[in-house]
């Protein structure tokens, strides 16, 4: 018999209660216009590691998209001038379900005309702790955490010292030519664990295959790299930022890498966001990031579980 009652404790909800009137709070003292944008789109995001549910119009036509992220329509308010913005929203995702994931979920994502990467993350850590209180705060390269815990150069190793270094950590029954998946292989199931639990750690300067809609650059080393980090604490992933891509034909580019991996992969190829590509030729100069809202709840009630933070998961809606 199904259970009608909440998974969430009721002092979980108020204290996640809490956490956004505090987040509102913060924003507001730092001018940032908080908005809101439609949950239904007409195009989804092309990443292949992120599949969009569908649905049909309300009005029976085209097939729709319930959003994986309001990215792509915040990006659109900034281009039209609304200057810094951020939104609390619901986002979706088809298939991640888990310990730290639900299909549904809440994203706290902001854009900041004028800030610098660096200043970014420091409004990251600010959101941080709200959650947990005074923290400290560590910054990595990419490149460091694979040289420190893998022990390779993740921008110069051959595709066999990959495998071999996934291979002396885990227990794995696949393969793949694929670089940028025995990567993300290591990033996931090596580096994250490893990274220190009591800090807010910034890793940044990803691969520029990973660079999604960011921009990217070449270090000193000739290397090309993505301008963006992930913030990690307690051994999740909490945030996702990006100096964000400006060039509407380098979209175009990266679009078109994502349709080709899709098709390789069997994956369904989602249309583009044509009001996005018309937006972005007036999308300012700013650094962008989202934050998984039920995380920081979960960090703020000290829950194991997703679960514990929203009142009804997948299986109780």
């Given at each position: 018999m199904s259970d009608w009652r909440p998974t969430a404790e009721f002092s979980a909800l108020r204290r996640r209660a809490q956490l956004l009137s505090s987040v509102r709070a913060l924003f507001a003292t730092r001018g940032v216009l908080e908005v809101e944008t439609p949950l239904l789109a007409s195009a989804p995001v092309t990443d292949p590691n992120i599949e969009a549910i569908t649905?049909?119009?309300p009005d029976g036509g085209a097939l729709m998209y319930l959003q994986t992220s309001p990215e792509f329509a915040m990006k659109r308010?900034?281009?039209?001038?609304?200057?810094p913005i951020y939104q609390i929203c619901k986002a979706f995702r088809r298939g991640e379900r888990g310990r730290r994931h639900n299909p549904e979920f809440t994203m706290l994502e902001w854009y900041r005309p004028g800030l610098s990467m660096a200043?970014?993350?420091?409004?990251v850590a600010a959101i941080v702790g709200l959650a947990v209180g005074p923290l400290s705060v560590k910054h990595h390269t990419y490149q460091h955490v694979f040289e420190l815990h893998c022990g390779l150069n993740p921008h110069s190793a051959s595709l066999d010292e990959l495998k071999a270094c996934a291979h002396s950590h885990m227990d794995i029954h696949f393969d793949t030519d694929d670089r940028d998946t025995w990567l993300q292989l290591l990033m996931s199931s090596v580096i994250e664990p490893a990274l220190d639990r009591e800090s807010l750690s910034f890793v940044c300067d990803f691969p520029s295959e990973q660079a999604a809609l960011a921009k990217t650059f070449i270090n000193a080393d000739g290397v090309e790299l993505a301008a963006r980090f992930e913030?990690?604490?307690?051994g999740m992933e909490l945030a996702n930022?990006?100096?964000?891509l400006t060039d509407p034909g380098e979209l175009v580019r990266r679009i078109r890498q994502d349709h080709s991996r899709r098709a390789d992969n069997d994956q369904v190829l989602p249309p583009i966001d044509r009001h996005l590509l018309k937006a972005m030729a007036s999308l300012p100069a700013c650094v962008g990031v989202a934050v998984g809202f039920d995380r920081l709840s979960m960090l703020a009630c000290k829950a194991e579980r997703i679960d514990e933070v929203i009142a009804f998961p997948l299986e109780r809606a």
């Open positions: 649905t049909v119009a308010l900034l281009a039209a001038g609304s200057g200043e970014l993350m420091d409004e913030a990690f604490y307690a930022g990006y100096d964000e």
